[in-house]
């Protein structure tokens, strides 16, 4: 009886003990709360086009290849006037989960989705896991692992980083860290690329 009257007296630490305990362990719930800092302006995670690609348009990185879940290869350096969303992510990272339903929104949105290839770079090369994240949450992204090296100006190590290589084969865009990529600047950017 006195546990009972423990517990009730104290609700709502046990409440926060588990609260705290199911944000600590549980990536999905990180990632969601991320999504609603964002969302609710709390967090400003938008990338902008403008400062991002300011001093990297005219850097052109080396041919970086890439394999998809089906065992399709990308080669940049094969660009056939196409334009390439890169974004280096991990099931395990929270912020890459957080900025991926923006992500999958953004390819939805895009007017020439032949000439625009979403590359979603699992580093851990973990493919089954990360194919599987995208069928539970209904994403229409692909998989794909590097077989190539990475350039570190590309890809540092920092998760999530997006990359954007134009038709001509420059680095137009880079952004370290999550962002919210459905926005209409972005959407413009890319139509505008890929006309």
Known sequence: MKILNYLKANIGNVFFILFISVVFFSTDVRAFLIRGLM????????ASVETEKSG????????????????????????NGKVYFINFWATWCPPCRAEMPSINTLASKIKNKDKVEFIMVDVDAKVKASVAYM????????VYTSESGIPENIFGGSLPTTAIIGPD???VFHHTGMADYNNQKMIDFLNTLSK
């Not at 990297?56 to 080396?62: A, G, R, T």
């Not at 069928?135 to 692909?142: A, D, G």
Request: hydrophobic letters at 35%; zero cysteines.
């Open 169 to 171: 084969g420059t680095l």
């Open 135 to 142: 069928k539970t949450n209904s994403f229409n992204l692909k």
């Open 39 to 46: 969302f609710t302006g709390l967090f400003n995670a938008e």
């Open 56 to 79: 990297s348009n005219k850097m052109i990185p080396p041919p970086m290849i890439f394999r998809s879940e089906n065992g399709e290869i990308i080669n940049t350096a094969e660009r």
